[in-house]
């Protein structure tokens, strides 16, 4: 979290980050908290469905980028290369939605 680079407006996570410190370190930074709580909680906060199930499909579409073994292995030397091949895999999703769609 204290990574440099652009601020989170929302924080997406699943039930294993769900601890004071993190909800506290995120919500001073301004960053939204979407974290469903653990169970065994005392006070349950509700968490907003519709922005949880985008949290889904970026783990869908990560899961579809591992089917490339290359990716899942990381056979690339140069973050560079690994980059390109990344988005080579992406290529290869998206014109999946075109074809045979008429």
Same mark, same amino acid.
């Given at each position: ?8 407006k929302v924080?997406?996570a699943?039930?294993?980050?769900d601890s004071d410190h ?5 919500e001073?930074n301004?960053?939204a908290?979407?974290?469903?709580m653990r169970?065994?909680? /005392? =006070?349950q906060?509700?968490v907003?469905?519709?922005?949880y199930a =985008?949290?889904?499909?970026i783990?869908?579409c990560f899961n /579809?980028l ?7 292995t990381?056979?690339? /030397?140069?973050?560079?290369?690994y980059?390109a &091949? ?9 014109t999946?939605a &075109?074809?045979?769609r008429?």
């Amino acid at each position: 979290m204290e990574a440099e680079g652009p601020e989170a407006k929302v924080v997406l996570a699943d039930r294993g980050y769900d601890s004071d410190h993190i909800r506290e370190t995120l919500e001073e930074n301004g960053a939204a908290v979407v974290i469903p709580m653990r169970r065994n909680r /005392k =006070l349950q906060i509700p968490v907003d469905g519709h922005i949880y199930a =985008l949290r889904n499909r970026i783990e869908r579409c990560f899961n /579809k980028l591992k089917n490339a073994r290359r990716l899942a292995t990381r056979y690339d /030397k140069t973050a560079a290369s690994y980059l390109a &091949f990344v988005h080579i895999a992406a290529i290869r999703l998206w014109t999946r939605a &075109f074809v045979n769609r008429t």
